[in-house]
């Protein structure tokens, strides 16, 4: 697959998008996308030949996808498509959700612990102070043990959408395999010469 940079005109000139199209490529990453701004403004209208695919959301640390419609779409294709979006949408809630919960707790460990120890969150020297990794290995443990049903129940459903997007994928592929067998069976059948 090809990267390519795709700056959109109703985008501001920081935002950008990327674009997966069929041809094959290096594999070699562009250094300056590192520059780039993290927040899409917006959604990119979506396109009828490729998907668009953002940059990472800085709190989900997910990257948005926007899937193509094509111009023949199938009813059976646009609840394909439509349940890819959800499942996007319901990936990026919950990741968000997750990691600024996360992020919340772990300081206010770090200050708990730098507090049992008598020390603030900076130095004299305002440097940040920090906790060692068997320290944060505690925190981590009990971040787990307390979310364990909440990753259970979103492992439960992200294989249950997965699953039904599978099993739409296939009906598509089996629909399209039949329409081309079909056609060319009436093709042939038409062109076949009468003696």
């Avoid at 070699?28 to 009828?48: I, M, Q, V």
């Avoid at 998907?51 to 394909?80: C, T």
């Avoid at 940040?128 to 459903?157: G, I, P, Q």
Wanted: proline share 6%; glycine share 2%.
């Amino acid at each position: 697959m090809c990267i390519s940079r795709i700056v959109d005109d109703h985008m501001p000139d920081e935002s950008f998008q990327i674009r997966i199209s069929s041809r094959i490529s290096s594999g070699k990453t562009n250094p300056a996308w590192k520059a780039t701004p993290l927040l899409l403004p917006s959604r990119p209208e979506p396109s009828s030949t490729h998907d668009w695919i953002g940059p990472p959301n800085p709190l989900s640390n997910l990257r948005p996808i926007v899937y193509r419609v094509s111009e023949n779409e199938s009813d059976l294709e646009k609840q394909l498509r439509k349940l890819r979006q959800e499942t996007e949408d319901w990936n990026h809630v919950f990741w968000t959700r997750q990691n600024v919960n996360f992020s919340k707790e772990k300081e206010a460990f770090i200050i708990s612990q730098l507090k049992a120890k008598g020390l603030t969150l900076r130095g004299e020297d305002g440097r940040r102070h920090s906790l060692s990794s068997e320290e944060m290995a505690v925190f981590y443990k009990s971040f787990l043990d307390k979310n364990r049903m909440r990753h259970a129940d979103y492992n439960r459903e992200w294989y249950r959408r997965n699953f039904t997007i599978t099993l739409l994928m296939a009906r598509i592929a089996l629909n399209d395999f039949w329409r081309t067998v079909t056609a060319k069976h009436r093709k042939k059948k038409n062109s076949t010469p009468t003696i």
